[in-house]
Structure formats: C-alpha cells, structure tokens
C-alpha cells in the first residue's frame, strides 16, 4: 500500500506539539506551512504557521512569500 502525502493542518502540528515532535526532529529553527487558512475575514488566504522552536503559532500575511517557511509533510 503506498503512502498519501499532504501538508499537515495547524491542528495535526498542535497535536504533534503535544506529543512532542520537537523532541523527535531536527532543524526546526524556521516557520513551517500548514495546510489551514485563517478564518479572519479580510485574510481568509492567509495560511497559519508554526514556529519549529518553540511552537507558538500565528498566520501568515503573505501566501505566496516562500523564502522564509519550510514544509514538513505528513502521511497516512
């Protein structure tokens, strides 16, 4: 059975937060894409993010700005 790999959502990396995963991985000093948008009105295209080294949160102002997140995916 093959693997189906997609960007994890802020809730699988809260969840992963709570489990620990920053005990587990390595080179989390960055901002990592989630696959949810904020549900803010007037910023509805903006993704959420989360910080590799300490785990705070926040939503990014601009989608289109790869030069300074990374991505980690998850498979199921």
């Not at 093959?2 to 920053?22: C, H, Q, Y």
């Not at 990014?60 to 300074?68: C, E, P, Q």
Request: aromatic share 16%; glycine share 6%; net charge positive.
């Amino acid at each position: 059975r093959s693997v189906i790999w997609r960007l994890p959502t802020i809730e699988d990396w809260k969840l992963a937060e709570v489990n620990g995963f920053r005990k587990v991985f390595r080179d989390l000093d960055s901002w990592f894409w989630s696959a949810t948008s904020s549900s803010h009105a007037d910023q509805v295209q903006h993704p959420w993010m989360i910080y590799g080294t300490d785990g705070g949160v926040m939503y990014w102002n601009w989608r289109n700005d790869t030069s300074s997140a990374k991505t980690r995916c998850v498979g199921h």
